[in-house]
Structure formats: structure tokens, C-alpha cells
């Protein structure tokens, strides 16, 4: 019992004194999970442009669904952008790690635009929909512009 406290505390150490960037074990890691985190949220932002767009037919409440997911997976890529984690099977820019302001900003903003999409989608109209659509697109071009390579 003793052995198990004394290993409990230890961990909590180890966790405590990690800092907060170093969430990942390797850079690979950290890419993966941006990436993943992207994906997951591309794919269901995607849905919702698509039924703005005409490109789908519109379903209130999936659209509501697909947005709230976007608005929650577009927070986390940003914490896999640490030190270190620019080299490797990735797009990213090396700007990114020298001009991070920018970088933040731009993330701050596609967060902000998406949550207007998520709150126009419980809406349920598709109006309100379509321009929140837009400007979440522009946020991600943005961005994509500045700090991806093609
Ligand atoms: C998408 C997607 C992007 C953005 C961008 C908007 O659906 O995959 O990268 O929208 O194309 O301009």
C-alpha cells in the first residue's frame, strides 16, 4: 500500500513538472494529433458548407450537430504546434514558430468565426448559416495562406 502511495506521488511529480507545452511524447505525436484534430474538424465544418453551398441538402439538426463538433475540435490543433514540432511529415511553415503572435491570432479567429457558424446552426436557419460559413472559411484561407505550404 505504501509502495503504491509513494509511486501515486511520484507520477503526480512527474505530471506537475512537465511543462505545459510538452503535452507529447515525440514531435511525431504532436503532428499527428494537429493533424488529427484538423481532419475531424474540416470534416464536419465541411458538412455544414456543403448544405450552405447547395451542395448537400439541409438538415437542421446534423448541421447543429457538425458545427458544435467543428466549434469544440478547432481549440485543440494549436496545443500540437509546440517547440520542436516543425520538422517532420508536415505543411506547417517555419513561420509559425517565428512569428506566433500571428499564428495565434489567426487560430484565435478561425475559433471565434466558428463559434459564430455553431451558434447561427442552432439557429436552425440556413440564412444565418451561409455568411458564418464564409467568414470560417476565410479565417481558415487566412491562415492556410500565411502558415501552410501548399
Ligand atoms: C475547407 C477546407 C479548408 C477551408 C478553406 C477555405 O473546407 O478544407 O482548408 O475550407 O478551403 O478557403
Redo the contacts with the bound molecule.
Sequence with gaps: MKKIASLVLALAAIATSVPATAQFAKPEDAIKYRKSALFVM?QN??RV?AMAQGKAPFDAKIAAESAATAEFMIKLPWAGFGDGTDKGETKAEAKIWTDKAKFNEYAQKAEQEMAKLSAAAKSGNLENIKPAVVAV??A??TC?DAFRKS
Design positions: 474540416q465544418f465541411g458548407a472559411g476565410g481558415c484561407k492556410h
